[in-house]
């Protein structure tokens, strides 16, 4: 990508200006110049006199900072994606940047992007091709590669940007190509470049961004598909550019593409319908544009439409209405009549949101929310605010780095004076003081982090407590599943096809589909990873089989034992915040083994009503005869009971939330039903055994790739006699992966739920693992093998350094579906025996029953059961 650098001394002319606007990001080499309230993310090189969290705080994205200072004390304290570091060659004699990039390496560990200080020479040498077998890739490559195998965040992978040192004016275009095909993006003084008239002397600002893109197209004509979209990012359409159009669009600031019949296309010269250019940007493979605009009535299609794929929808669509009622409202427009009574308006927004604050069933939450938007869009539109400057304002928010407290404001909430409690009736510790009393999530900018106990300072009821579980209240998830169930029971397809649209959004004429499917293309890297994983999970689970068993318990007594499948299974699939094709492979193949003969699949479905396209390609693999198109309690319902369409099944499994989770009980414990289940389930969780010989950034990635599934998800670490220096490193390593993690939100919650108990020996740990009973189980240390024969009570064990709980998760063949809450003390998890059911017959020949005749008679008059006796002396009679 290009970065525009802007120094304080510069004019530039109010074209270039805007133009700059329209990239994804700029350089100020003065942060105090910094214009913080534009569009691009903004850079800004500080020193160690300037209030980095101030700048922070004030709107800057990323702080620049030489590496070689010292005292990198005044840029901590916020996440370290903020933080870039500049390295400078340390002579130019250092042509093939073997010593800068060595530096670099370790950089962008600390911070989220390292730049680079090069000469033109130095930039040839680094990019020159070289014989990768014998001398390996070239240092800037290297390096970028290095840095794309950082955990990725919000804002991408680590990123690697080169800066010409000395006379910036030395970039060529041939220079800029160099950077972008080693995959580093180039800094570039404002001063150089132009747009449209005034680029005599400079480089042309669209074919610098071409050639530092790398962008291409493998069209014959060579033109780039570009997206289109709006304020939002909603699409409106496709068009196509190439480099005459792109430098006239950021010359002109306005939509400018290029048609295939007409050449160079103004959007909008003849309809009206012009856009404004936002932003342009380059998609990851650099084989396409994206162009941000803001469109002109009556839109962008040709049809006179909004956009070319159908109307908007949600907040997009609510904003566009409440702003046409601003103008053209109808008669008798209710949104008109707001506009007119500032009072209603106001005192309607009061009450919808009292209404929101009370309501606690999600149906009830989500329509009070959806009034309270609709009333605060009217308040906007009144003062001409869009939602793009709602939009803005919350990405400002997002930046901040300094919290407040948060309080509710005086009178906000009703004073309840509160009697002191005698300190006799505080018991010594209850179930939940150490696990949830005073737990809340890390705010943004604040350390997150696992709470530490020692194991020697606690007493046993503390210890008790941390194997506890987060407590749940099942009666009242009972009450709300219970209603679904009952509805789906009376009412089947409809109550399916009510409850999916109001849980899931989707609008649907039918419930069920049924094989064969209509599978969708996928890319070759994700069927090709899915065609590994089904065959090393079949094979583990292909293994599992049982062989009949027979022996003749006495002379003439023959007893055989052999297995069935189970005709008719439900597996659940879940959806919400991602996609779960592994978990249609961990539940389809075992039943697939175990040779079911009716295997139905339940999984939600997107908003427009269809499937998942991975999902439905590992149905088709398991051999899948019909997918409900359904999540939640009422999925569970209708494969349990049967509907019109979806068929009745003997057993459920497959993981889902508590919801889930309390229908699949409710199915099991109603004999109308008749239906077994899998097991119970709870949040996901794991629990790490670590000692010295244990790699920090390992640990971390463990515990973290539980703690991502959701808010209640557990993750402990056992540490075993680990000095303060090694802990210290494993909670630095926690919270920077975890600020880069794109659920990371989700991770403030879930991490300071879990906890760190310092034990002396492996013995004290692998007591307390069997204990909790962990979903998952991981022996970080060189000696793992030897510690498994003492694990009695796991879902699954990873023994080793090596063995994340990612590759049982997707591939390496053991099951994920897995017991927790500690569950693990009685049940199995998911395998071959699930869908099979064991079948016993006894065969005795005439001589046989002779010899045990006399002990099954004098057994059935003991418990005086007579007709049990004469079924025996009946035929011993004849014999």
Wanted: glycine share 8%; proline share 5%; charged share 20%.
């Amino acid at each position: 990508m290009l970065v525009p650098k802007i120094s304080p001394s510069q004019t530039l002319g109010p074209a270039l200006k805007r133009a700059l606007g329209l990239l994804p990001s700029v350089l100020y080499t003065d942060a105090s110049e910094a214009n913080v309230a534009g569009e691009p993310a903004v850079w800004a090189q500080v020193s160690a006199s300037d209030d980095v969290q101030a700048l922070l705080n004030s709107g800057l994205s990323v702080a620049v900072i030489g590496a070689d200072d010292d005292d990198l004390a005044h840029v901590g304290g916020f996440d370290r994606a903020r933080l870039a570091l500049r390295y400078a060659s340390a002579s130019e004699d250092d042509s093939d940047l073997s010593t800068i990039t060595r530096a670099a390496t370790v950089g962008i560990n600390r911070a989220g992007a390292v730049i680079l200080d090069l000469t033109a020479q130095q930039i040839s040498a680094a990019t020159d091709s070289v014989d990768v077998e014998a001398q390996g890739p070239p240092p800037l490559a290297a390096l970028v590669r290095a840095a794309e195998r950082q955990v990725i965040g919000a804002n991408g992978p680590v990123r690697v940007l080169v800066e010409l040192s000395g006379s910036s004016e030395g970039w060529t275009l041939g220079l800029l190509s160099r950077v972008g095909s080693a995959g580093a993006s180039a800094v570039v003084d404002a001063g150089i470049l132009g747009v449209g008239d005034d680029c005599t002397g400079r480089l042309e600002l669209g074919a610098a961004l071409v050639a530092a893109c790398g962008l291409s197209s493998d069209r014959t004509d060579g033109l780039v598909t570009t997206v289109v979209v709006d304020e939002q990012r909603a699409c409106l359409g496709v068009a196509y550019s190439n480099g005459a159009s792109l430098a006239a669009a950021l010359a002109s600031g306005d939509g400018v593409y290029w048609s295939r019949k007409r050449g160079l296309w103004h959007k909008g010269l003849t309809s009206g319908a012009t856009q404004t250019l936002v932003g342009v940007s380059v998609d990851c493979d650099a084989d396409a544009l994206c162009f941000r605009v803001r469109q002109q009535s009556p839109g962008f299609c040709h049809r006179q439409t909004n956009s070319c794929f159908g109307p908007a929808a949600g907040l997009a669509r609510l904003a566009q209405t409440v702003a046409d009622r601003r103008l053209n409202a109808p008669e008798g427009s209710y949104t008109r009549r707001l506009f007119d009574d500032s009072a209603l308006l106001r005192a309607k927004i009061v009450e919808e949101a009292g209404e929101l604050a009370d309501a606690t069933d999600p149906a009830d939450v989500a329509f009070e929310a959806a009034d309270l938007l609709y009333f605060a869009m009217v308040k906007c539109a009144a003062h001409g605010v869009s939602l793009a400057d709602v939009e803005r304002s919350l990405d400002r928010k997002h930046l901040k780095v300094i919290r407040r407290p948060g309080d509710a404001k005086p009178g906000a909430i009703p004073a309840e004076p509160k009697a002191p409690t005698p300190a006799a009736a505080i018991p010594e510790v209850s179930r939940t003081s150490i696990q949830n009393a005073g737990i809340r999530a890390a705010l943004p900018g604040e350390k997150i982090a696992l709470r530490v106990y020692s194991a020697d300072e606690l007493s046993e009821s503390e210890r008790d407590a941390l194997l506890q579980r987060p407590l749940v209240d099942s009666q009242e998830i009972m009450r709300r599943v219970r209603p679904i169930v009952d509805a789906v029971r009376a009412r089947g397809d409809a109550a399916v096809l009510e409850l999916t649209a109001k849980f899931d959004g989707a609008q649907m004429d039918s419930v069920v589909v049924r094989a064969p499917f209509n599978v969708p293309e996928l890319p070759d890297s994700v069927r090709a990873a899915i065609d590994q994983a089904y065959a090393n999970v079949r094979c583990f689970h292909a293994a599992q089989l049982p062989a009949d068993s027979a022996v003749e318990t006495m002379p003439g007594v023959t007893c055989r034992r052999f297995s069935r499948a189970i005709e008719r299974v439900g597996l659940y699939v879940p959806g919400g915040t991602a996609v779960l094709p592994s978990s249609a492979l961990m539940l389809g193949v075992p039943a697939q083994v175990a040779g079911c003969r009716e295997i139905v699949l339940a999984t939600p479905p997107r908003p427009d009503g269809s499937i998942v396209p991975e999902v439905l390609y590992v149905a088709h693999k398991v051999g899948a005869t019909a997918i409900v198109k359904a999540g939640g309690a009422q999925a569970i319902a209708a494969m349990a009971y049967g509907t019109e369409s979806v068929p009745k099944v003997d057993k459920i499994c497959g993981p889902g939330n508590q919801y889930v989770t309390a229908a699949k009980m409710l199915a099991q414990n109603d004999s109308d039903a008749m239906v077994s289940i899998d097991m119970p389930a709870g949040p996901s969780e794991i629990l790490v055994v670590a000692d010295a010989t244990s790699n920090p950034a390992y640990v971390a990635s463990d515990l973290l790739s539980q703690a991502e599934h959701g808010p209640d998800s557990q993750a402990v670490l056992l540490a075993v006699g680990l000095s303060a220096a090694q802990m210290a490193a494993i909670e630095a390593e926690i919270d920077t992966q975890a600020a880069r993690l794109p659920r990371v939100d989700i991770v403030r919650q879930s991490v300071p739920k879990g906890f760190c108990l310092c034990v002396s020996s492996m013995a004290d740990a692998l007591a307390f693992s069997n204990a909790y009973a962990p979903e998952h189980l991981i022996l970080q240390t060189d000696s793992a093998s030897d510690y498994v024969k003492d694990i009695v009570n796991a879902g699954s064990v990873f023994v080793g350094h090596y063995s994340p709980e990612s590759c049982g998760d997707y591939a390496s063949g053991t099951n994920h579906t897995l017991p927790t809450y500690g569950y693990s003390k009685m049940y199995s998890g998911v395998n071959t025996a699930t869908f099979l059911k064991h079948i016993t017959s006894q065969e005795l020949t005439r001589d046989g029953l002779a010899n045990i005749a006399q002990t099954v008679m004098t057994l059935a008059e003991v418990e005086e059961l007579e007709a049990h006796r004469n079924a025996v002396a009946i035929r011993l009679k004849d014999l």
